[in-house]
Every structure is written in structure tokens, then in C-alpha cells.
């Protein structure tokens, strides 16, 4: 089943003087439980790719599918709410919330949910990552690796169907980087996700299912 | 309110400090608040306690009652539900057993001469009420303030009279003085400071009240008098009005300058938030969500500080020396938190307006 699909889509940016193509037309779909890496130069448009992939743009032409839903014709507010509901992001840089303790970045999403807190539910998250007994701490407490094993928790806890990940490794080093696409790797598959991660660095595309190149606003298998 | 809780504990230090901010100032609103009323009851006390509808005064007097005399015959003239009539005469009164040096023990008050079947005659609280001449119900501020006691002598200043104080009642201050109440033959004494007793008794005002507090009900039956609100008498006492403006001016200006810390504070640290908030944005939560939680930190901060700040001014005001004219007033003090809440809100929805403008794909790129 397509959890991500990308029908003719392209993004134009214009800026008045000269218009730069920052992703041509794109055909690209990925099934659940695929782990897809991108790979590629520098400005070549990995993150346009992504983030119109997530909402926070709209494509210039084309629509983009997230469960078989015309995501990107949707209106501003029902497209982060679509998000908050199917999509988990991981970002550089920790994307969390530098006041809440690992339990509480949980906590948060149940909060906004509406719903109860499973205390279990959580528990088994961050066993599976190797940080339970980090669960009370605040992020600057924990190391690079573990903040983004906690970004990847709290990305998962509310079973999106789709991950996106833009250089989740960056902040990390070899060691680490490993590691955190391993974790990636095998919740996509258990979890049955859709997992797209943007990465400068080939030798991590090991435990991707496909791989693709981005190269000015192209997107090719490899 | 999850968020704007778990941001506070977070920062406790931070948010100590505004709080502390808004604990000051509201305290020291509340407190001026309460000096204020408190000022502004010691012009004015004896006068609500009448409950009266309006007075009337001599037509040249001007609205000030110390320059208003007439002959008491005048009273037949005026007609109304209820009439009494007063004279008012200031004074300087000491006990007699004080030396007439020692200028500290002596007291500022007003001599109200009333008779005691008219209805603004005074309560007693303690005591008993006139009998004779040269007797005196006096408030109980003389008591509590001077530490006068029932059956003390007092002698009184430029005439060679004492009178002896038979009751206390409360309520009873008159442009900042406590009032001794005596009876009309003992304030014609007074009043003409004992010099050839006149024939023609003199009084200063006629107090009245009608049925429907209307004042078109009283019929005037001569030009030498005028009627007036007894508010508009109230707000021409002599420095009322000014003392009212100003405290009031004070107040208002530091609600403002109290709700606008707030609001700066809370605008500060969403400005120094926008990228967190940013990838919370990202991550689809909702600007609304976030507004909430902005919404409610504030609420949190300013309820929290500002409670503090009343509960400061009610303790300050019971330890508070008797002679300090501060009082408290429940009505102006909810009304005065209900406003810095208020005021500290609109603060944050600039802060509000701030996360609702903020692009994710900044935040994340
Ligand atoms: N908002 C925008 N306005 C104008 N041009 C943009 C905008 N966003 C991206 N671009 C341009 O589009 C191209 C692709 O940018 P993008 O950020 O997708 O690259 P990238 O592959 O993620 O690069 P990096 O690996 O450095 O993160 C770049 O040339 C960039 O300058
Ligand atoms: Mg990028």
C-alpha cells in the first residue's frame, strides 16, 4: 500500500528577477513499511522535496497523497492537523521541546489528542531505544545520540504513518549516525511506516530499502 | 496549560523574577488603592452616614459650607420628607489635663451641632447620648487614634469653655477631622467662641431627604438659600475632588504600566521562542493550541502575582498604625484585579499574534 505519493509535482520558486526550479516534475510514491533514503548534493532541493512532502509548502504543480488522501490540496489548518495526526518529523537539530522531560514530550501529544497517557505504551517506546531510564530527563541532559533516539520516540508515539527525517544523523558522529539509522530502520519495518530520510552521507543508506539521488531538482532511483 | 506549566517549573528563576515584578506593582496599586478610598472616607464619612439626598446651603456661600450662615428661622421655609439642621464650626480641641504648650497633644475636629430628633443625629456605639450642654459624642477615631476615653474633659481652643465627651460613635470625619457632636445651644457657644451670646441663632446648613431621592420634591421658600446633591457637596469639599483625581490618575497609570511589564515579558520570551515553536508548528500542532498555552502562562503569572500582591496589601493593611487613613474596599480590589488580568491578556495577544505569523519552514530549514 502507497503511504507517500507524488504525482507531477514540482516547486518553483519565484523571486521576481529569475525563477529557480527547485524540484522538477516529480513521480514518486513509497509503500508502507519502505525505508527510502535521498542522497545528493548541496541546494540540489532535498529539503523543498521533503518539506512539500510534509505540508509546510505546497507544491507549484502536481498533488501529493499521504494515505491516499489529497494532502496538498487541503487548507492550511486541516494540513497541520493532518500532520500532527499521520506525520512524525526528525529533524537536524533535536526537535524537542527544551522544557519537557522525555516522558513529557510523550505526554504532550495526548495532551493536544485529548487523550489518555498510557504509561506502558510509552515505556515499551523508549525501551525499544534504549532510553527508558532517560525518561525524566530534560533534553540538554541527554547526549546527540540520545536526544535524537528521543526525537525518533517521540516521532513514532503517536503511530503516524509516514517519518520524515532531514539529516537526522547531522549533529551525530559515525558511531552514533549508525546507530539512530538502524533504530530508523527496523521501526519502519516493525511499525509498518513510510520512512523518508534526507542524508548527506552514502554509507548510511545501508538499511534503506531504496535510494534515491536528488540532483538540481531531480529526483532519480539509484 | 500543560506547556505553560511545565515551561514555568522549567524556568523557574525566569518566571520567579516576573512574578516577583507583578507582585511589586500590584502591590503597590492595591496599596495606593486602599489609601486612597481610605483618604477620601476620612473627607467624607459623616456625611454618607446621613444618607441624606441633599443639603442646603446660604446662596452666597459658594458650595462651601464654613462660609455658609444662616438664621435657624430659615428652616420653616424649607420643605421636605426629613429636615435637619446643622451647624459646623472647626476647632482645635486637648485635654485638660495637657498643658497648653504641648501643641502635640492637641486635636483638629469639627463641631457638628445637631438636635437629636432629626435624623442626622449620630448613632451611639458607646456611651450614652447628650443630656446637657457641653456634652459631646465624639468618633471613636479619638479613641482609637488620641486614646480619649468616655467622660474625658476636653478644653477647647480661644474659648473659655471644656466639654466632656459622653459617647463615641463611628463613621464620623469631616474633611480628614473627627467630628464632636453636641447640641444646637452648645454649637451656638462654640461658634461665636463665646463672645455676647446672640439672640438670632446662627446654623450653617439644613440637611434633607425625600421620599424618592429626588431633589425636585423640596420646595425652597426663600432666595437666601440653595439646594444641592449632597455628591456635588460632597465632591466641593475643599481638596476632595483634587486628592480623588489624582490617586485616581496614579492607579490608573500604574494598572497599565503593570499589565504592559506583563505583556512584555510574555512577548520576550515568545520572541525567544520562535524556533522551538516553530518546529511545533512543524509538527502540526496547532497555533491555536500554542496561543492557549500563551494565553494561559500569562493568566498563571499575572492571577499568581497579582493574588500575592493583594494578599501583601490586606496584611500591610492590619499591621497598618490606626492614624494611616488606609482602608480596604472589596469592590475596588476585584474590579482592580479583574483590570490587570484584563489588561495583562490584551499583552499577550500580541504575543498570540506573534505565534500565529510564525512560518514552520523557517523554523526547520
Ligand atoms: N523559499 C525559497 N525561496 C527561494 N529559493 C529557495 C527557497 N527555498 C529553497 N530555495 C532554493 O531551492 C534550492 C533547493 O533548496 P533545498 O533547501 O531544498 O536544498 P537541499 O538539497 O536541502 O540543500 P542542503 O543539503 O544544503 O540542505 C536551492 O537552490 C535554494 O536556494
Ligand atoms: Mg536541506
Known amino acids: 500500500m502507497k503511504l507517500i505519493e507524488l504525482k507531477n509535482v514540482t516547486k518553483t520558486f519565484d523571486d521576481g528577477r529569475k525563477k529557480i526550479e527547485a524540484l522538477k516534475e516529480t513521480n514518486f510514491a513509497v509503500e508502507e513499511g519502505e525505508f527510502v533514503a535521498v542522497i545528493g ?72 489528542n485529548r487523550s489518555s497517557f498510557d504509561k506502558n505504551d510509552a515505556q515499551s517506546l523508549l525501551d525499544e531505544l534504549k532510553i527508558n531510564d532517560l525518561s525524566d530527563k530534560y533534553p540538554s541532559d541527554l547526549s546527540g545520540g540520545e536526544r535524537q533516539r528521543a526525537a525518533i520516540a517521540r516521532a513514532l508515539y503517536h503511530d503516524p504513518s509516514v517519518i520524515l527525517a532531514d539529516e537526522p544523523t547531522a549533529s551525530l558522529d559515525t558511531n552514533r549516525a549508525f546507530e539512530v539509522v ?41 | 496549560m500543560f506547556l505553560a506549566w511545565k515551561e514555568i517549573k522549567y524556568s523557574k528563576t525566569r518566571f520567579a523574577l516576573i512574578i516577583g515584578v507583578v507582585v511589586l506593582v500590584s502591590y503597590l496599586v492595591f496599596f495606593l488603592t486602599g489609601l486612597a478610598y481610605g483618604l477620601a472616607q476620612e473627607n467624607r464619612t459623616s456625611i454618607d452616614k446621613w444618607e441624606a439626598t441633599g443639603i442646603v446651603l446660604a446662596d452666597e456661600s459658594n458650595l462651601n459650607i464654613n462660609m455658609s450662615m444662616f438664621p435657624k428661622e430659615l428652616v420653616d421655609d424649607v420643605e421636605a420628607s426629613e429636615t435637619a439642621s446643622l451647624g459646623v464650626t472647626s476647632s482645635v480641641v486637648q485635654l485638660v489635663e495637657e498643658s497648653e504648650d504641648d501643641d502635640d497633644s492637641k486635636v483638629n475636629v469639627t463641631f457638628f451641632g445637631v438636635n437629636e430628633d432629626e435624623f442626622i443625629f449620630p448613632d451611639i456605639l458607646e456611651g450614652e447620648s447628650i443630656q446637657n450642654e457641653n456634652e459631646v459624642i465624639a468618633d471613636i477615631s479619638l479613641k482609637e487614634e488620641e486614646g480619649y476615653e468616655l467622660n474625658d474633659e476636653l478644653s477647647l481652643a480661644g474659648i473659655d469653655t471644656t466639654v466632656t465627651i459622653v459617647g463615641f460613635t463611628d463613621n464620623a470625619k469631616f474633611n480628614v477631622a473627627p467630628v464632636l457632636y453636641t447640641d444646637q445651644p452648645t454649637y451656638q457657644h462654640i461658634r461665636a467662641s463665646g463672645f455676647g451670646e446672640r439672640e438670632d441663632e446662627i446654623i450653617s446648613a439644613i440637611v434633607v431627604q425625600t421620599d424618592n431621592g429626588e431633589l425636585s420634591e ?20 475643599p481638596g476632595y475632588n483634587a486628592q480623588v483625581l489624582t490617586f485616581g490618575l496614579m492607579i490608573g497609570f500604574l494598572v497599565l504600566i503593570a499589565a504592559m511589564i506583563v505583556g512584555i515579558f510574555i512577548y520576550v520570551l515568545t520572541l525567544q521562542k520562535t524556533s522551538i515553536l516553530g518546529v511545533m508548528k512543524a509538527q502540526g500542532i496547532s497555533s491555536k493550541y500554542i496561543g492557549k498555552s500563551v494565553v494561559g502562562q500569562t493568566l498563571l503569572l499575572t492571577l499568581f502575582g497579582v493574588l500575592t500582591g493583594l494578599g501583601l496589601t490586606l496584611v500591610t493593611g492590619i499591621v497598618l498604625p490606626n492614624e494611616v487613613p488606609y482602608m480596604n474596599n472589596i469592590l475596588f480590589f476585584v474590579s482592580i484585579t479583574t483590570l490587570l488580568i484584563i489588561v495583562a491578556l490584551m499583552g499577550a495577544f500580541f504575543s498570540v499574534r506573534t505565534v500565529v505569523k510564525i512560518d514552520p519552514l523557517e523554523a526547520i530549514s
Not at chain 1, 498533488?63 to 489548518?77: A, Q
Not at chain 1, 552514502?202 to 530499502?209: A, N, V
Open chain 2, 218 to 237: 423640596v420646595a425652597l421658600g426663600t432666595d437666601d438659600l440653595e439646594i444641592y446633591e449632597i455628591d456635588e457637596f460632597i465632591s466641593n469639599l
Open chain 1, 182 to 222: 538502524e533504530i530508523l530502520g527496523r521501526e519502519t519495518k516493525k511499525k509498518k511506516k513510510a520512512t523518508i530520510m534526507v542524508t548527506h552521507d552514502e554509507r548510511l543508506t545501508d538499511y534503506c530499502d531504496t535510494v534515491y539521488v536528488m540532483k538540481d531538482g531531480v529526483l532519480n532511483k539509484k
Open chain 1, 41 to 112: 548534493p548541496s541546494g540540489s532541493g532535498k529539503s523543498t522535496f521533503l518539506t512539500i512532502i510534509g505540508g509546510l509548502q505546497t507544491p507549484t504543480e502536481g498533488k501529493v497523497f499521504i494515505n491516499d488522501e489529497k494532502f496538498s490540496e487541503l487548507n492550511e489548518k486541516k494540513r497541520a492537523k493532518k500532520r500532527f495526526d499521520e506525520i512524525g518529523f526528525i529533524l537536524q537539530a533535536s526537535n524537542l521541546i527544551p522544557f519537557l522531560t522525555v516522558k513529557d514530550q510523550l505526554r504532550l501529544v495526548n495532551k493536544i
